[in-house]
């Protein structure tokens, strides 16, 4: 739950970065980047399109790079401002970024179990958990609510987007973990209540 003292907006919108080459050869990420494809710019200005009219003066990003160019594209068609929030950031896959999952079976075969054990408090080797993160999207949160005027746009990962949505909309582990956000899609959230634009 967000401690009453911080300033977090009482609306917002959240979008996941456009589709990578990364993600099209289904390689983790984390907090290591590749570029968008021609999907994914697309997918940006379609979100642009989409928020026309949705009052977005702030873009929050990411500071990786596929959010931080999903995010410029947006905030050129909106004419926002562009604020950078480091712990908007993906968690952190250490060793494992840059892996395919029959990679990391090769080369870490017990990994695959250990984090289906525990999916919310198992840390990638090297990097962060989802416990872990959730703390840095608090953080986030307050950030982005102190520097926004209007609505704020938050343009950010699936994984910590997880988190981001759990802390807005007080759910527990399970069920921030079921939480999916495909790419060109945006999320209102206001207060706890989300619905997808």
Avoid at 29 to 35: A, I, K, M, T, V
Avoid at 52 to 76: E, F, K, W
Avoid at 134 to 142: E, F, I, N, W
């Amino acid at each position: 739950m967000i401690p009453q003292d911080r300033h977090v907006p009482e609306r917002l919108l959240l979008a996941r970065h456009g589709q990578t080459v990364w993600n099209v050869e289904h390689r983790l990420q984390g907090q290591l980047d590749s570029p968008l494809t021609d999907e994914g710019i697309a997918q940006a200005r379609a979100i642009a399109s989409r928020l026309g009219d949705a009052g977005v003066l702030t873009v929050c990003s990411s500071p990786l790079g596929r959010a931080m160019q999903t995010a410029v594209i947006i905030a050129d068609r909106l004419g926002a401002e562009v604020i950078e929030v480091p712990e908007l950031a993906d968690l952190d896959h250490g060793a494992l970024a840059g892996m395919t999952w029959d990679e990391i079976d090769a080369a870490y075969p017990m990994a695959r179990e250990e984090r289906a054990a525990n999916r919310y408090g198992w840390a990638f080797p090297g990097g962060e958990s989802y416990a872990q993160a959730r703390s840095r999207a608090r953080k986030a949160l307050s950030s982005c609510g102190w520097a926004s005027e209007g609505t704020p746009l938050l343009v950010s990962h699936e994984m910590i987007g997880r988190m981001l949505r759990a802390e807005l909309r007080r759910l527990d582990a399970s069920n921030a973990l079921g939480l999916r956000h495909p790419h060109g899609v945006v999320f209102e959230i206001d207060g706890t209540s989300e619905r997808m634009l």
